[in-house]
């Protein structure tokens, strides 16, 4: 059977038949329900798990940390040409709200801001290929069938912009705590109070544009993002079941998360409640992400903006198994994002993440033009075959199937 075909043709009917995949969706649940069907005769459990989702309490964070910041700004202004010193407490107020918001939603993945939004019903799709005999260790390839709003920030600017954009925010809140600190202590002349309000001025115009990060009304159809890690895990599955294959002690899992895009909600929900089942094996997650470009191959061993560690013997895995292919796979620098292998990390779960995506401007990532017209079947060839690898090196077995 060609896998790559079958990759490439589930994709395509996911995004053809399942629009508007967003997290909490009605088409989330019928694509997992497609891939589940197709599934059916390849493993030997299927179980669904349910989980509250509000999903757009995520993504919202920056938009509103922007928000915030500009109502900061304002009543710094009023305090400076009105002589008004409650204003500088009042643009505190509000400028230490946008920090909190930002920092707990989009750098540490905590449900602040979740109660704000309307809530959903998530759903995480589990299944798994028992091993031959009392299973020792447990894999799980970990895909998310949930899509992106498409943003217009990365969709138009170019890196240098967009972190542009960020720094100033993040520059705002600091300049803003010292200047309104400033202003209250009453020493400065207006005239220096005023150039601190052109400061915040120029500050604000260069973060304005991530009010518009988020597109609410345009959804995209995820093919890379992330369709592409669903079906490179469900097609060694696939390929398992063809050839009549068990490994003897090990299961071979396949996770589907649901609202990935909003902060690894389904990871987390799935992590936690299952955490004793996880614990009770040698178990290893490998989440697999927009598999689109081979030169932008990365592991990612960190997570959460750069707080949080990978498992480093998970990260090994796939640099072994890459080498075995070829490949000499570095560990991926500073991004603004996180994959679901740090849901797993986070409570002690050994994890990590393959990706192929550039943080730049791309028509493949949080853009309408990442459809099934724009896969790149090479690099899933590439990445199938690494995956496929380390699977078996976890296995501790000498067959490559």
């Given at each position: 059977?060609?896998?790559?075909?079958?990759?490439?043709?589930?994709?395509?009917?996911?995004?053809?038949?399942?629009?508007?995949?967003?997290?909490?969706?009605?088409?989330?649940?019928?694509?997992?329900?497609?891939?589940?069907?197709?599934?059916?005769?390849?493993?030997?459990?299927?179980?669904?798990?349910?989980?509250?989702?509000?999903?757009?309490?995520?993504?919202?964070?920056?938009?509103?940390?922007?928000?915030?910041?500009?109502?900061?700004?304002?009543?710094?202004?009023?305090?400076?040409?009105?002589?008004?010193?409650?204003?500088?407490?009042?643009?505190?107020?509000?400028?230490?709200?946008?920090?909190?918001?930002?920092?707990?939603?989009?750098?540490?993945?905590?449900?602040?801001?979740?109660?704000?939004?309307?809530?959903?019903?998530?759903?995480?799709?589990?299944?798994?290929?028992?091993?031959?005999?009392?299973?020792?260790?447990?894999?799980?390839?970990?895909?998310?069938?949930?899509?992106?709003?498409?943003?217009?920030?990365?969709?138009?600017?170019?890196?240098?912009?967009?972190?542009?954009?960020?720094?100033?925010?993040?520059?705002?809140?600091?300049?803003?705590?010292?200047?309104?600190?400033?202003a209250l202590a009453e020493f400065l002349p207006q005239g220096v109070?005023?150039?601190?309000?052109?400061?915040?001025?120029?500050?604000?115009?260069?973060?304005?544009?991530?009010?518009?990060?988020?597109?609410?009304?345009?959804?995209?159809?995820?093919?890379?993002?992330?369709?592409?890690?669903?079906?490179?895990?469900?097609?060694?599955?696939?390929?398992?079941?063809?050839?009549?294959?068990?490994?003897?002690?090990?299961?071979?899992?396949?996770?589907?998360?649901?609202?990935?895009?909003?902060?690894?909600?389904?990871?987390?929900?799935?992590?936690?409640?299952?955490?004793?089942?996880?614990?009770?094996?040698?178990?290893?997650?490998?989440?697999?992400?927009?598999?689109?470009?081979?030169?932008?191959?990365?592991?990612?061993?960190?997570?959460?903006?750069?707080?949080?560690?990978?498992?480093?013997?998970?990260?090994?895995?796939?640099?072994?198994?890459?080498?075995?292919?070829?490949?000499?796979?570095?560990?991926?620098?500073?991004?603004?994002?996180?994959?679901?292998?740090?849901?797993?990390?986070?409570?002690?779960?050994?994890?990590?993440?393959?990706?192929?995506?550039?943080?730049?401007?791309?028509?493949?990532?949080?853009?309408?033009?990442?459809?099934?017209?724009?896969?790149?079947?090479?690099?899933?060839?590439?990445?199938?075959?690494?995956?496929?690898?380390?699977?078996?090196?976890?296995?501790?077995?000498?067959?490559?199937?």
């Amino acid at each position: 059977m060609d896998y790559i075909r079958y990759i490439t043709e589930g994709i395509e009917s996911i995004c053809k038949h399942h629009k508007r995949r967003t997290a909490g969706s009605e088409t989330v649940r019928s694509a997992q329900a497609e891939m589940a069907a197709s599934m059916k005769d390849c493993v030997d459990e299927i179980r669904t798990q349910q989980f509250e989702i509000h999903p757009q309490a995520f993504m919202g964070s920056v938009p509103l940390e922007a928000f915030l910041c500009l109502i900061s700004c304002a009543f710094f202004l009023v305090g400076v040409y009105r002589s008004q010193s409650w204003a500088y407490m009042v643009s505190l107020v509000f400028m230490m709200s946008a920090v909190v918001a930002v920092v707990a939603e989009y750098a540490l993945y905590r449900q602040l801001t979740d109660r704000f939004y309307p809530r959903k019903t998530g759903q995480n799709l589990y299944m798994v290929r028992k091993a031959k005999n009392t299973p020792k260790r447990r894999i799980i390839l970990c895909g998310h069938a949930d899509a992106a709003y498409e943003m217009p920030v990365l969709k138009y600017l170019p890196a240098i912009l967009i972190y542009i954009c960020i720094g100033s925010g993040v520059l705002f809140w600091l300049v803003n705590f010292l200047f309104c600190n400033l202003a209250l202590a009453e020493f400065l002349p207006q005239g220096v109070l005023e150039v601190l309000a052109v400061i915040e001025i120029v500050l604000s115009v260069l973060y304005a544009p991530l009010l518009f990060l988020v597109d609410w009304r345009t959804v995209v159809d995820g093919a890379n993002d992330n369709l592409t890690g669903c079906f490179l895990g469900m097609s060694l599955r696939k390929e398992m079941a063809d050839k009549d294959l068990r490994f003897d002690d090990t299961e071979v899992c396949c996770l589907i998360t649901d609202g990935e895009e909003s902060g690894l909600r389904g990871a987390h929900a799935f992590a936690i409640e299952n955490v004793e089942e996880l614990m009770q094996l040698n178990t290893m997650v490998i989440a697999v992400d927009t598999i689109h470009s081979e030169k932008e191959l990365r592991i990612f061993s960190r997570g959460i903006n750069y707080t949080e560690s990978n498992s480093e013997e998970a990260c090994n895995l796939l640099y072994f198994a890459g080498m075995k292919n070829g490949l000499d796979l570095p560990n991926a620098e500073f991004y603004p994002g996180a994959c679901d292998s740090e849901a797993f990390s986070v409570i002690g779960i050994k994890a990590a993440a393959i990706c192929g995506v550039a943080f730049t401007p791309q028509d493949y990532y949080h853009n309408v033009k990442d459809t099934y017209t724009n896969l790149n079947p090479e690099c899933i060839r590439i990445v199938r075959s690494v995956l496929k690898d380390a699977v078996d090196m976890f296995a501790k077995v000498g067959n490559i199937f």
